[in-house]
Structure formats: C-alpha cells, structure tokens
C-alpha cells in the first residue's frame, strides 16, 4: 500500500528529533520499520549503532520479524539493481539482526550492565527476579525489618504503629511501605527520595502545592465562569420571561465566581481566608402555572441542572479540599505528618536497603534495578561514551508508556536530532504502571510548531484497520467527552480525530449502541448474567447469519474478573466457545490441586487428605472399594497408617496396588534427590501418564497447560530458593492466601483456535478484532486509590492522614486533600483513553452493551453537557448521556433499546463448519457438556461414607453413647467454669460419652462369665497388664454396672451360644446412595438365624432412637451372610434392660 504524505514524511525527515502522534491503526509501525530500513539500505546506517525500543518481548520479537523481511526485500531490489556495495552491507545487517538492539529497555539494560559489570558494581552472571520471587524476597526484608524495630522498641517505629497499623497486626503499615518503596524505585535515585520525605519546614508549602492548589482554583473558576455564561444565555431567550429571577441569582454567583479567581492570584493563606465563608446563593423561587408550555418547564429544569453541576458542585469539591481551620490547621497538621512522613520514608529505606541485601545474596536484580542501576552506570563518562556509540540513532515505540527513569535514560543516550519517538497519547493507559502520559504531552507541545527547528511533530491520523463508520462514531463519541480537562488531549485539535484510510464498502456497518431494559430478567438472574447472554446470543447470530467465525470476536471489559463468572455461564449456557485470559486458573484447579498432593504425598505420605485424592487417582490406580478394603483391614488409626500396613502385610489386589504405589513413591524419592524440584516435576508429568491423562480429557491442552505453569513456578521458586519440595509447597500455601490468582492461565491460542475472546481493554491494547463487544459499560470507575492513608503523586509528592491518637481521630491533611483531587482527575482521563483504546479494536462490526439507567437523564440544554460527562462515572454514564444528549450521528450510530430475551431455537445451527482440524460437531457436544450444572452438587459437599451411628444421629436428637440429661430451665448460663488441665494433677478426667466407650470396650474385651467384685477388679487389671487399657481407663470405668451385666439373662444366653458370638463385626454397604459404614457390637446364631445385640450406655431407655441403627445392622447381616436375622436386640448397662426392636 502506498504511503501518506504524513507517512512519507516519517520515513525520510532527517537531522531533527521526531515526535509522530500516531492514531489508533495509522500504521505506526510500518513507519518505524520503513524508516529503519530506508536507513540502513539507502544510508548505510549500521544496526549495530541503533537502539531500538518498545515494551514487551512480543513486540519486540515482531519490530525483529518485520525488520528481517524489510531488509530481505531491499536486499532483492539491490540484488536486481547489481548494486555489490548495497548487497554487501545489507546481508551483513540481516546477519547483524539477531544481535541488534532491537528490545524492550528492561533487556538492553540488562545486556549493558552484563558487559560493563565491573563499572556497573554487579555480577556478570545476575538473575533477574521476576515478580513471585521477587515479592518473596521484599517479604522477607519487610518481616527482618519490621522485627528488628519491634525489638529495638523505637518510638517512631511504635507511634507509626499506632497511627496507621490496627488493633491487630501491622499489615496497613506494611502496606504503606511497599507503596513508598514502590514510588522511590521510579526516581533515579531512590535513597535521595526517601531522605529527603518529611524534612521541609511545616510552615512553608512546598511549590508544587502551591501551584497544583493554584490550578485547581484556575480550573474551578474557569468551569464556574462557563456555566455562568450557560446560564446567562438560556435567561435570554423569549421562554424565559418567567424565569426573570433567576437573573439575580446569575449576578450573586458572578460574586462567588469573581472571588475564586481572585483566589488563583494569592498565596495559598490568603487564599484560604477568602473561600472560608463562601457559599452559593438560594436559588430563587419561581412556580410555574399550569399554563406554562413545557418549552418553559425544560428551560427551568435545564437551568437548575446547568446551576447544580456547573456552580454548586465544582464549589462543594472546592470546599471540601478547605481546611475548616485555615492556614493555621494546615501547619499544625503538618506538624504531625512530616516527622511520620520522615518515619515512614527511613523505615522504608531500611526495608530496601535489607531488599537490596537479599537479593544481593542471591546474585539477583529485579526489574527495577535494570534501569535504575543502567542509569547509575551512565553516570560513569568512559561507560556513557562507549555505549553512546551503539546507541546513535534511538527509535521509542509506545512513548506514552514512558516513566520518569526511561526518559531520563533515553537524554543521557541521546545524540542531538536524532531522536524518534512514536505514540499516541490518547492511548495511555498503564498509569498502575508508573507510565507518564505528561512526558509525551511534554515533547508534543515542545515540538508543536518548530518543523523548521531541531524537532518535528508529525500526525498520523489515518486509520486504515476500522472501516470508515466504525470510525465516525469513535469520532462522535470523542469530540465532545476528550477533551484537555477529561482525557489530557483535546480530540479537536489538528491531528487528533480520526481519518478513515480506506473507502466505504458495503460490508461498512454502523456502529450499534444497545440499551437493554433488565425489568423482565428473572429474579434468579443478574443483570450481567442477562447482559451475557444477549451478546451470546447475538454472537450467534452473526456467525449463523453472516458467516463469521467465533475467532473473529472479542469482548471486552474494564475489569472482566469482576463479573467474568455470569459472563462465561451466559455463554455456556448459550453454546458459545469462548476463551479468557482472565479466567482464575489457580491451586484449586481440580488437574493443579490432584499435582500438587503427589508432590505433597512424594515429600511425605503421613497426611490424610492428600494420600487419599492420589490413590483413587491416575497417579494410585485404587478405587473406592480398595479404600474401604484398606479400612476393613486396619480399622484404626490414620488412614495413611492403614494404606502402610496394607502395603506391607496385606494380601489380595488391594495390597498388590498399594505395594505398587509405595514402590514407585521410594522411586520418586531416590530421582528427587538427583535432579532439582523442577525437572522432578516434568519427569513426573511424563512418565506417570498424568500428562497423557489430563490431554485426553475435555479442555485438555488447557488442563495441561496449567499444570506446565505450575511447574513454571517451580522452576521460578528454585532461582532464588534452594528449600526443595518441602519448601516450594510451603511456598504455595503462602501465595494462597494472598489476593488475586495464584497461576497464570498457560495457554497461548493461536488463529485458528474458533472461540470468542473475553478479555480487558488494557489487554486488547494493539490488536484487532472483526466485531467487538464493548460490555459492562455501568462498572464503576475505582477510586479506591484516592482513599489510602498514605497517597503519592508524581509532582505532589506524599501526604499522610492526620491521626491523632489522643483523640481518636483519623482525617485528611490539606496535601493529601489536593493530592486525591488531582489523581482522581487523572483518573478519569485514563478512563477516557480506555474508552478510545476499547472502540477503536473493532474492524467491521462494533456493539457498545449496556443497561438502560434506572434514573433518568435529565434535558441537556446550551452548556451543560461538559458538566453532565465530568460527572459521569463509568462508561455507560458517558454514553447514555450523548445519546439523551443527541450527539450521536444516525447514520454512523444505529441507537436501540431492546427487551433481553434469552429464547433459542432448537433448530438454528450452533456452530458454523470450518477448516479446523478437530470436528465441529465434537466441539460442540463437549461444549454443551461441560457447561451443565452438575446435578449433584450438594451430594458433592455430603462425606464420602458416614458411619451407621451418623445416620442414626440425623433421625433422633439424642446423643447414641451419653444420652444427655433434660433440660429443666433455660436461665441465664453460669460463667463458664474452666477446669483444672489433666496434667497437672496427673490424672485424666473422662467425659460421660468416653466413659460410655470405656464400658463397651471393657464388654468387649472381658471373658463372659459371672464375675465377683475381686475377680472383675482382677480382670481389669490383666487388661492393663496386656496393654490393652490403661490404668486411668481401667479407674473411670463404672463396675457395679459390669457385675450387673455378667449376672444378668442376656450374658447366660451369650455363654449358651458362646461358640457362635462374634463381636464388633464391621460391614460397609449402601444405604440412599450413600456408603455407609457400620460395626455391630455383638451377634450370635442360633437354630433359627443370626441374634443382634448392641450395647448402650444412655442415661435414658429410648429405643426408638436406634430403631434405624439395628434395622441396618439387620439388612446389612442377612445381605452378607445369606442368612435370616431373628432378632435385635439393645442392651442398657446403665439400667440392666434388654429391649428387643421389633
């Protein structure tokens, strides 16, 4: 395609720095490329003497791609020319490339600092610390530091404490150190930073106060002037004879007006002294007839509109920027902030410092340190001149993204008028980031106008992705909300609107704002859910009706993890594939967690719950009737204990798999011991079949991917730790208790994957997509960031809360007032780009989703919508507003209001036949499978098995060993009584349910025979003398009732059939799907069948209570043995009675 003018020009323009403000799809990088490459082949310009800069590795590795095929294309041309000299030099540069500093900044640093390491003061051989390790690392000097001061017992440390910490732990104040850390890391010269935090006079602002004070009165007084003129000029038209007084009001806020600019003129006290008092005039009273046409109605409405938002509201958020006692509160609050401010910034530089030692041990830097350090090496002559030399030409791609540290870099590199920086600022959106829209705002104004000096601004404005009325309705939606005061650039200036760079087609669809209207969603239903399921639904339609693919769409959002999950169920239950980055791919992930408890089970087998989950598991090869065979072996004990002994003397196929699973745990053992945690945990994945396993099952690529990135965090883990598994799974533990995800999602789609991408707006930043959905248009912008208790501003500085601790009072200092008042301006101008960032990513189709607002916008007359959408707050307040406002083109902007219905029909296709490798169909049905809900998902909480007794428990309200007493009276309880510890008496004390086991056991394990009190009390001692009860067991157990029992018609019938007794017979069975578990105290058999007898120690004879109990012991008996029961029988030793259960 042949070039612009403008383009033209920013290839060839030689000698001057270059500032091209690119719009979104103007072909910024074709231009970077062409004018590399016009450069290299028709100058001769090395690429060993450029640097080549953008902002992650992937578009690095592109600007590489394009930058080879440039290059092989002028190597063809000067092949066909016969031009040697040009051969020559070109393959040298295609040879050159790989090696070229074509790279992000963080990577050219590092390869710097590597080779000039001696000046630099660092290993040649450093690590860089990514962000899990390196948040380990801070971690830990934070705790060093923070011990060190608890025991040192400083005050300053204590009163930060107290100030800022809670009554529990001092997590906030750690928190204000990471954040102060974190903003003296983006300054040159970070321990300067710190040291100079709090050491100016409190009677004296600082400059940038006083000027950003200044600029919010400027900015108020210029707001307020304007609604004035609004106002003044709706009183002029003929309808608004009858609104005469409000004239008065108009000359009485003209004073409040005139008086904030004054304001501007003074110094901050001065300033303060006049705005104290002042307050907006009652508007006066005017009621309208019944007569009044509704032209006048509007009128009066628009004016109280134009008045509250234009004149009262910029006057309250002035006000409240006030302090209510002058200048004279502003130095006594600074009085108390500066020397906690000066606290704050020396601990937070002893948590660094500490940082810098760890990492130090570790021979490691983060990526901080790669710049910082880089520019601390420039400051070395000899190392600046020779690195000078690689770095004539210097080419900035995505300059809006820059910080402080990266221009500071690029001038102490720079070769005069040789400078290339691209970017749009009206795509400046990584703020979080420490990026700097101001300094692209900085050179853009500096090279405005001055083509003919050392430095050019050129404007692509041109956009040739997005088809023309796509790009009529961005321009629409821009030209009145971007502006210099909400987004940072005025969209009308020159260069800033967008130009369509291609011709009108048929397939130029207007852009479609739909307003849903939620009042027929289901109760059971969220809006976002509804939302959802439109889009799907509409998705649907498009590939049915017009032939798209699922891969051409995307959706996007501000923040998709808010509502991700309605989101993702709305396409599911709609049969629409879809893939999101941002889907929480985590440790509890069924394919991570069963991983994770091998690895668990390899480093030690003693615990339960992990054992359990991997022997019923590809990885143990056991099913659940092994389980409950393990049991029925060794009843007692833990389970782990039980699976050990099975293994070890057990017989059958149980034990034979047990046997197994042990052998290759010692296996797994010895190979952890050669190789590190790592590469165990690959050879794991492999060689077990787990891998193959989970790639077999539906979402399977995506299934093992996550546990790759599992094993990627181990390979991070073991840059910086060397405490093995054992270490890395409690390093697991520790992030799974911090917010956020705890892995990334680990796979990559390519082109031909068919399925909807769900993702943010800041993720989307740089690609294209045939049809976008612009969704969640009412999720409110987060201010969260003004409200901390420590705020930190580029030009501002840091501002504290001003706590006093004698009064129990926590409140905003003056500083921190103004600090809050700037970033939520700054704020909402990011939000502004997002907003253009969002709508220019679609090429064909764009779809703005949104909930029509409960409240209604109010008539917008001459003057009030700037007020209307500075106060708006979320993208839908913005868009609804131009709509009611009428600013939205027709024939760009098809405008709909539409019922959510959630009908499908039955016979539309679902999915549309493609050219990919796997069958549509299948696709299809795994889809619609996946998505249903599990129709048992409360069985899935219910315990694998419960015992006999549970069940029992759940049809009765008393307990089946102890029995407890009634209750006579419902007063106030006593104060509760705590019992003296067993040990220091040296005796143990049984609850009546223990005592109650104690008497089964002793039934159980006694002779049946009648026994004297000597001869029982001989007995019980011959149980201790075998180690089968204890001496305080044998002492609580109540005797008269043992003596009574073995005397009584039930024990001779025992000793009658004394061959036949078989006692604590165990079964396992299934009983209303469940498994449950059992164990009969004690059978006999006669001529007739089975006798069952179960022994209880209840206080009171309530047979009923375990009716269901022995009916079960019945059914599962005669199951298993073929063999009628006659009878069942309770036993009551505390009483003596035997009750027979019909």
């Known amino acids: 395609m042949k070039r612009t003018a403008a383009q033209e020009k920013a290839v060839y323009l030689r000698n001057q720095d270059i500032l091209v403000s690119a719009a979104a799809g103007s072909g910024k990088t074709r231009v970077l490329i062409d004018r590399i490459v016009a450069m290299v082949s028709e100058e001769h310009i090395s690429l060993e003497e450029m640097l080549v800069v953008t902002f992650t590795r992937a578009a690095a590795g592109e600007l590489k791609d394009r930058l080879a095929k440039g290059l092989e294309d002028a190597l063809q041309l000067a092949m066909a020319a016969g031009d040697q000299e040009r051969i020559k030099f070109l393959r040298h540069q295609l040879t050159a490339l790989p090696q070229a500093n074509v790279s992000t900044l963080h990577a050219f640093c590092a390869k710097m600092l590597r080779r000039y390491f001696q000046a630099a003061g660092v290993e040649p051989n450093f690590r860089v610390l990514q962000s899990a390790p390196a948040g380990k690392l801070l971690n830990e000097a934070l705790t060093d530091v923070f011990d060190a001061a608890y025991e040192s017992g400083e005050d300053q440390f204590s009163d930060l404490i107290w100030a800022y910490g809670t009554a529990n732990d001092d997590a906030n104040v750690r928190r204000l150190v990471t954040r102060l850390l974190q903003a003296a890391r983006a300054h040159p010269v970070p321990s300067a930073w710190l040291d100079q935090l709090g050491q100016e006079a409190p009677e004296v602002l600082p400059e940038a106060v006083t000027s950003a004070f200044q600029q919010v009165l400027e900015a108020t007084a210029e707001q307020m002037m304007a609604a004035l003129e609004s106002m003044a000029r709706l009183l002029e038209s003929p309808e608004a004879e009858r609104l005469s007084p409000y004239r008065d009001t108009v000359v009485e806020d003209q004073g409040l007006v005139t008086a904030v600019d004054q304001a501007a003129c003074l110094q901050v006290p001065e300033a303060l002294a006049l705005l104290t008092d002042l307050q907006p005039a009652r508007l006066k009273a005017v009621r309208l007839k019944k007569e009044d046409d509704e032209a ?160 050019a601004l050129i404007h692509l404005s041109e956009n040739f992705r997005s088809q023309p009325r796509i790009l009529h309705a961005c321009n629409a939606v821009f030209q009145p909300l971007m502006t210099s005061a909400l987004g940072d650039i005025d969209y009308s200036a020159p260069g800033q609107a967008l130009v369509p760079g291609q011709e009108p087609s048929e397939a130029d669809c207007p852009a479609e704002f739909v307003w849903l209207a939620d009042d027929q969603v289901p109760q059971d239903a969220s809006p976002h859910y509804a939302e959802g399921r439109w889009i799907a639904d509409r998705i649907r339609r498009l590939v049915a009706e017009e032939g798209k693919h699922y891969r051409d769409m995307a959706v996007l959002m501000r923040t998709p993890r808010t509502h991700l999950a309605e989101y993702e169920q709305a396409f599911n239950d709609a049969e629409v594939p879809y893939y999101s980055e941002n889907s929480l791919v985590g440790f509890e992930n069924m394919e991570v967690r069963l991983f994770l408890d091998m690895l668990r089970v390899i480093d030690n087998d003693s615990y339960d719950e992990p054992l359990l989950a991997v022997l019923v598991s590809p990885f143990g090869g056991c099913s659940d009737d092994d389980l409950a065979n393990i049991r029925l072996q060794e009843p007692e004990g833990r389970f782990s204990a039980a699976a050990r002994w099975v293994a070890a003397e057990g017989e059958g196929p149980t034990a034979n798999k047990l046997q197994l699973f042990y052998d290759r745990l010692s296996r797994y053992r010895l190979r952890l011991k050669m ?72 796979v990559a789609l390519t082109e031909q994957d068919d399925c909807v991408r769900i993702m943010s707006i800041h993720k989307s930043k740089g690609l294209g997509f045939d049809t976008v959905f612009l969704a969640d248009l009412y999720h409110r912008f987060n201010m969260r960031d003004t409200s901390e208790a420590l705020l930190v501003h580029p030009s501002l500085g840091c501002a504290l809360d001003v706590v006093q601790l004698d009064k129990h009072t926590v409140r905003p200092s003056f500083e921190k007032k103004l600090s809050a008042f700037h970033m939520r301006r700054e704020n909402i101008s990011e939000e502004v780009r997002l907003l253009y960032v969002a709508m220019t990513r679609a090429i064909k189709r764009l779809f703005l989703v949104g909930r029509i607002p409960e409240k209604e916008v109010p008539p917008l007359g001459d003057g009030a919508l700037p007020f209307a959408l500075a106060a708006g707050r979320s993208y839908g307040d913005w868009l609804y507003t131009l709509t009611e406002a009428g600013l939205l083109p027709t024939a760009d902007l098809c405008i709909r209001h539409e019922e959510i219905s959630w009908e499908v029909s039955e016979g539309e296709s679902r999915l549309q036949p493609s050219d990919l490798p796997f069958d549509p ?222």
């Open 921 to 1142: 169909q299948a696709l299809k049905e795994l889809t619609r499978r996946l998505a249903q809900a599990y129709p048992y998902a409360e069985a899935a909480e219910e315990p694998y098995k419960k015992t006999v007794s549970q069940l029992s428990a759940e049809n009765r309200l008393v307990d089946d060993v102890s029995g407890a007493w009634p209750t006579y009276f419902k007063g106030a309880l006593a104060k509760e009584h705590h019992r003296r510890p067993d040990f220091l008496d040296g005796k143990w004390h049984f609850t009546a349910r223990e005592q109650g086991t104690l008497l089964h056991r002793a039934v159980q394990l006694l002779p049946n025979r009648p026994y004297t009190a000597e001869q029982l009390t001989q007995a019980l001692e011959d149980l201790v003398q075998r180690a089968l009860m204890t001496v305080d067991e044998v002492a609580a157990i109540e005797r008269p009732l043992l003596l009574d029992y073995y005397a009584s018609d039930t024990a001779a019938v025992l000793r009658q059939y004394q061959d036949s007794v078989e006692q604590e017979v165990s079964f396992t069975m299934f009983y209303e799907d469940h498994l449950i578990d059992g164990q009969i105290d004690l059978i006999y058999r006669d001529e007739a069948g089975y006798h069952i007898i179960d022994f209880k120690s209840d206080r009171q004879v309530q047979p009923e209570d375990y009716r269901l109990q022995l009916e079960l012991y019945a059914k599962a008996l005669a199951e298993a043995r073929r063999v009628p029961v006659i009878s069942k029988s309770l036993y009551w030793l505390r009483h003596g009675v035997r009750t027979v259960i019909q």
């Open 296 to 455: 006048v109605r509007d009128l009066q409405e628009t004016f109280k509109r134009l008045r509250e938002s234009g004149i009262k509201a910029p006057l309250t958020h002035l006000r409240k920027l006030l302090p209510a006692g002058g200048m004279a509160q502003v130095i006594a609050d600074r009085q108390g902030t500066l020397p906690r401010l000066y606290a704050l910034g020396q601990l937070t530089k002893a948590v660094m410092e500490r940082y810098e030692a760890l990492k130090a041990e570790k021979n490691s830097l983060d990526f901080a340190d790669l710049e910082t350090r880089f520019l601390a090496l420039l400051a070395d002559d000899e190392s600046q001149a020779m690195i000078r030399r690689e770095t004539a030409y210097i080419f900035f791609d995505e300059y809006q993204d820059a910080n402080q540290i990266q221009e500071e870099i690029i001038k102490a590199l720079a070769t005069p008028r040789q400078l290339f920086f691209v970017g749009d600022v009206k795509q400046a959106i990584y703020r979080f980031r420490q990026s700097d829209p101001a300094l692209f705002l900085a050179r853009y104004h500096a090279y405005e106008g001055r083509e003919q000096g050392d430095q």
């Open 675 to 746: 190789i590190s945690p790592d590469l165990f945990a690959e050879e794991l994945l492999q060689s077990s079949g787990y891998g193959d396993f989970l790639q077999a099952m539906p979402h399977g690529a995506e299934r093992y991917a996550n546990v790759c990135a599992l094993i990627d965090l181990m390979r991070t883990y073991g840059d910086f730790s060397h405490a093995g598994l054992d270490g890395f799974l409690r390093h697991v533990e520790e992030i799974k208790k911090a917010p956020g995800d705890s892995l990334q999602p680990a």
